[in-house]
């Protein structure tokens, strides 16, 4: 699947010393992107970047 390629991606990365195809700032935004959707989801308004006060604990509770 395609999160065994980005794993070996990054181990090869650290092996052989040079940049991952995926690095941690791409991994960042892309969690940031779905708190977001979840924060605006919960508080049904517009979420503006970069959000504040905000992350996967405050869902506890909220599916399921």
Avoid: W
Avoid at 27 to 39: P, T
Avoid at 45 to 60: A, L, N
């Amino acid at each position: 699947n395609g999160h065994s390629r980005l794993f070996s991606d990054m181990i090869e990365a650290i092996i052989c010393d040079h940049q991952p195809y995926v690095d941690a700032y791409a991994g960042r935004d892309a969690l940031e992107l779905v708190l977001a959707i979840y924060k605006s989801q919960k508080e049904d308004m517009f979420v503006k970047f970069p959000i504040k006060d905000f992350s996967s604990t405050y869902m506890k509770g909220y599916f399921g």
